[in-house]
């Protein structure tokens, strides 16, 4: 497996991660009687993206990591989920899209300019944005949504961070 | 430039970034009267560590990644550091540690195996060990120190996380 087909495999899982995180916040939520909802708009910070912000956009740094290197274009998701099932299906759809791709997508990534439709007259080649944008970005939200499902009391661990390994015998 | 290289040389530029963090820490605490030390022992969750930890956590795994999937074995850093001078030293020594490799370094990842000290018996391929515990735990422990000085008031912004872009013209 090439190290881009890697990565975006571990994005993939990591966004499966995610979805158990969120099920660990309701059945908290539940636990505690009060609404999932609170936990969707919890921020960590006056002016930071709250819960379903950062899931949002974990979301679309996996999407567009992945179609951006492979020279695709990207399902649109229009930011418009409210619900924790919402939130869920979005994670499945982006996690499935994922799944799409495979190291031959990525084959002639060397070659591929990622433009930035933020960034008019500039670009990036496929390895740069995915190791200088996407990456980071992602585990930027992932991180963040975990930190604020951590500071509202869901019980998480690195294991449920990490996920699963793919351990062999020495 | 290999992935496996650019994944490394964004580790390398993320804790630069984090260093100017701490720098802007310092600064928040010196205007609003305040002793650093009380940002590097502040943390988000009370069962979570605190920034120091979070910054020697970042720095190991850098090291411990690129070190790795070398082959290498990379200096010891007994995690002793109590004072931001320390620190912004210890991320100097990760920072310039990591600038001693290049692309050629990795050229046998491929066949390289990790072991991995707390699991006997076990180990990782060099890819899965960079994309499945090396990757999600530094930006894990670089989003969190960002979201402690964000928490504690910080001026942070996206552009202080992402850092410089290796852009190109269109």
Known sequence: MSNIAGTIAEMKKMLANLERWVDKGVEHATAKKFEPSVLLNSRLVPDQYPLTRQIQAACDAAKFGAA????????AHPDTETTVDELKTRIRAVVEYLGSFSAADYAGADKVVV???????KALAAHDYLNELATPNFYFHITTAYAILRHNGVELGKQDYIGSLNLRDK
């Open 115 to 121: 433009e930035l439709p933020w960034m008019p007259g």
């Open 68 to 75: 951006r290197v492979a020279g695709k274009t990207p399902p």
